[in-house]
């Protein structure tokens, strides 16, 4: 599963942005995306969970971002969204789109794009 993330840049506190990732594969490839979302990675820091959404539309989100940032999905496209309003300078790092293929063959599999930086400044 190949990842790809757009919506990255520098953005002031209290504006708002928006992250897209597309998933896509290879013709013939065993893996199914299940869940998809995103984290974030601040140098130092471990990679943390920023939002995530299944494929039937149930979503889950970090401590610090519920009420400011939503999450959606295009099942059709592939596509997942995170739209991030009232930003803040802490919101500032890598993000990182995620993909996880889950069955009871092969556990839970984690596919990662190569991330989008974003920075919020005062």
């Known amino acids: 599963v190949h990842l790809v993330e757009s919506g990255g840049g520098l953005v002031q506190a209290g504006e708002s942005l928006r992250l897209s990732c597309v998933a896509s594969k290879r013709p013939g490839s065993p893996f199914n995306v299940n869940a998809m979302g995103w984290y974030r990675q601040v140098l130092g820091k471990q990679r943390e969970l920023v939002a995530e959404?299944?494929?039937?539309?149930?979503?889950n989100y970090g401590e610090s971002v519920k009420g400011r940032f939503t999450i959606s999905r295009d099942n059709a496209e592939n596509t997942v969204y995170l739209q991030k309003t009232s930003l803040k300078p802490e919101d500032t790092g890598v993000y990182y789109c995620?993909?996880?293929?889950?069955?009871?063959?092969?556990?839970?599999?984690?596919?990662w794009g190569a991330g989008a930086l974003v920075t919020v400044s005062t």
């Open positions: 995620n993909a996880k293929h889950a069955s009871l063959r092969d556990g839970v599999i984690n596919f």
């Open positions: 959404i299944t494929n039937r539309g149930v979503t």
